[in-house]
């Protein structure tokens, strides 16, 4: 691991800040989920912070990103209001899509995001299409899709693969590889690499710690490069670790506990902190206080958006067609 | 300036060029389209005019070429996708259905999918069950997608042009058996709004409610039966999505008899939902039952002889109008 931090103080602490402020929101809808405030299913995001905190950081304001249905983070990263996606994941009036689209339809033209998905693999084409549109009408921004370990079984995301390599399209396809698609462990599921999944198309991958926030920056940082400069796509494969079920309320009774324990010991705020002040750029008592604080915004965000009233009625047909 | 008499192909391949020399975001994708001019020779000239940039020959991928077309057109663009043949239209059914459909929707109008597919269908030449059906009951299904199905040159120039420039996501049916069939087209810019129905032929005896390239035969049909004395009016729908419900039922109040005719399959089709419509809007008006003919229950099959049977008929329609005129 480089000491990016060190070379770039401010740049650490961002990173943390936006990592925690995900890992606080997540834990917020965890415990309104719980408590049965949040309609129907919504999946957490905790543990996997590095790589959406990581990637984004390495992207310029115009960049599009396509999410999936764990996209919670993706949206806050690029800086989508916390406010309004909570309230959408509470089906409030409103939340981005007026409450139409709930956790998994989280979409953001003021962010350039396409959106949080229902169907795993759905964020490929869409930003691979967006970099087809940066390449036709010769934009200087890229697109990046986020999708899990599970959509590299999809047949669609080697159609796209097949096409970004062949005319050099200005894409990142970020692989977040958690181990488990839904409640099925990846490798009783997957032939191969994931690697060579991108490998067949001459795209070049990355894998990396997925764990590590700088190790993500550093690795979007490249592929984001080669991108813009018209050389085409790479694949970033990020190691990672979902700390939750496959949805909120989710018991995983299928994770064997000494492994949760060791990813767990890995977790990416935590490591953050710890090199952040072993640089001596921040102390742990800081830290600590940031978090307590950021928690603190984050409830009173949850209590406001709890606040707002669920869609009029009358607003049934409103928004399908032009 | 005089319209001209040109095919249907070239009426739509006519608005296709006109449009992409007014407006740069207009693209078109699909296989074969490049230096090949299409299969049915549907996109020629267009590679040659706008270059590799604009007119996107891609791999066999129908799946991803409408997904990425969607998120292409979330981005700016106006992409005319072809796919190749109808039936191949199921390949790219999630990308349409879960993504095309609802993302204006989802996004409260924050997104739009200004995209168009067109596909061709129906029967004709031998082609077998997996090259010949009429799916456009799939599509106009689902709320989100517009869909139309012209039936003369001058609506496939028309509607074309409208779909292009309209903000949301256009379904184009083009049935093969239409392609080399002539009419009179104008030759500067022609907008057919989306969601009007026309009437094709007056007539007060019944009203043909047709679709696609079945108003053709409906038309044939008509004359078959003015010579018998019977005057059928006949209603093009034009455009599934959104429905010109109105001039239907309008029609039919002013003849008082009606038959749908669709060659999409019968069953849960175009054509029961059409007819549906009538007896809701225009029942006291009704004085007979709403009859529908449309494709039998069975995939299109190859055989010289067995293939016309997989379509509604001139003869067929004639014999439904006599049934229906015979309640009197």
Redesign the interface.
């Known amino acids: 691991m480089s000491a990016a931090s060190n070379s770039a103080p401010d740049l650490g602490l961002a990173l943390y800040r936006q990592m925690a402020t995900i890992r606080a929101f997540e834990e917020r809808v965890r415990s309104l989920s719980a408590a049965g405030q949040v309609p129907g299913l919504t999946h957490l995001y905790s543990g996997q912070e590095a790589v959406a905190v990581g990637v984004s950081a390495a992207l310029q304001s115009d960049d599009?990103i396509?999410s999936h249905h764990r996209g919670h983070g993706h949206c806050l990263a690029r800086g989508g209001d916390p406010l309004r996606l909570m309230a959408e994941i509470l089906g409030r009036t409103s939340g981005?899509?007026?409450g139409?689209?709930g956790s998994m339809?989280i979409?953001?033209?003021a962010t350039r995001n396409?959106?949080t998905?229902?169907?795993v693999g759905?964020g490929?084409?869409?930003?691979?299409?967006?970099?087809?549109?940066?390449k036709?009408?010769r934009a200087a921004w890229i697109?990046v899709a986020f999708f899990g370990d599970g959509a590299m079984n999809q047949?669609?995301v080697f159609?796209?693969m097949?096409?970004a390599a062949?005319w050099k399209l200005p894409v990142l396809y970020v692989c977040e590889n958690n181990h488990y698609g839904e409640f099925t462990r990846i490798d009783d599921v997957t032939a191969g690499t994931l690697a060579g999944r991108a490998a067949v198309f001459g795209i070049p991958v990355a894998e990396i710690d997925g764990m590590d926030v700088l190790a993500v920056y550093a690795a979007a940082g490249d592929a984001v490069a080669r991108a813009r400069e018209g050389e085409g796509p790479t694949l970033i494969v990020c190691d990672t670790w979902r700390f939750s079920g496959h949805h909120a309320g989710d018991k995983q009774s299928y994770k064997d506990d000494a492994e949760a324990k060791a990813w767990a010991a890995k977790d990416p705020i935590e490591t953050l902190g710890r090199r952040l002040a072993a640089e001596g750029l921040t102390e742990a008592q800081a830290l600590s206080a940031l978090r307590k604080q950021i928690e603190s915004d984050i409830a009173a965000i949850a209590e406001q958006a709890r606040a707002m009233p669920e869609p009029a009625p009358a607003s049934l047909q409103?928004?399908?067609?032009? | 300036m005089p319209d001209r008499q040109i095919s249907f192909k070239d009426a739509v391949l006519e608005a296709l060029t006109q449009e992409m020399r007014a407006d740069?975001?207009v693209?078109l994708i699909g296989e074969d389209i490049g230096a090949a001019g299409g299969v049915f020779l549907q996109t020629k000239g267009l590679f040659e005019e706008f270059g590799s940039?604009?007119v996107?020959d891609?791999?066999i991928?129908e799946?991803?070429i409408?997904?990425?077309?969607?998120?292409?057109?979330?981005?700016?663009?106006r992409p005319v996708v072809e796919i190749m043949f109808g039936d191949f239209l199921t390949l790219g059914m999630?990308?349409l259905v879960?993504?095309a459909a609802?993302?204006?929707?989802?996004?409260?109008?924050?997104?739009?999918v200004p995209l168009v597919l067109r596909t061709a269908i129906g029967v004709g030449g031998n082609l077998g069950p997996q090259h010949s059906q009429s799916l456009h009951a799939w599509v106009a299904h689902v709320?989100?997608l517009?869909v139309v199905m012209p039936s003369n040159a001058a609506d496939a120039k028309g509607l074309m042009t409208a779909a292009i420039r309209?903000?949301?996501p256009v379904v184009f049916f083009e049935s093969r058996s239409s392609y080399n069939v002539k009419g009179p087209v104008p030759v500067g810019e022609h907008v057919v709004p989306l969601g009007r129905a026309a009437i094709a032929r007056e007539g007060d005896a019944a009203s043909i409610v047709a679709i696609g390239a079945m108003v053709g035969v409906a038309l044939r049909a008509a004359d078959a039966l003015a010579a018998d004395g019977i005057g059928v009016e006949v209603v093009d729908v034009r455009s599934l999505v959104?429905l010109d419900a109105a001039t239907i039922v309008e029609s039919v109040k002013k003849t008082s008899r009606a038959l749908v005719l669709d060659a999409g399959h019968a069953q849960f089709g175009v054509a029961g939902e059409i007819a549906a419509t009538i007896a809701e809007q225009a029942f006291d008006w009704l004085d007979a039952p709403v009859l529908r003919l449309a494709a039998p229950n069975v995939p299109v099959p190859f055989s010289r002889t067995l293939e016309p049977l997989a379509i509604p008929s001139r003869e067929q329609v004639v014999a439904k109008v006599r049934e229906l005129v015979g309640r009197r």
């Open positions: 599009v396509a981005y899509g007026l139409r689209g339809h979409l953001d033209p396409l959106g998905n229902g169907i759905g490929v084409p869409l930003a691979t299409g967006a970099a087809l549109t940066a036709t009408v697109a047949g669609i159609e796209c097949n096409m062949l409103e928004h399908l067609h032009a | 740069p975001a693209v940039g604009r996107i891609t791999p991928s799946s991803a409408v997904g990425m077309a969607i998120g292409a057109a979330m981005t700016g663009l999630d990308q879960n993504q609802k993302v204006r929707y989802m996004s409260a109008g924050g997104f739009t709320p989100g517009k309209d903000d949301d959104p």
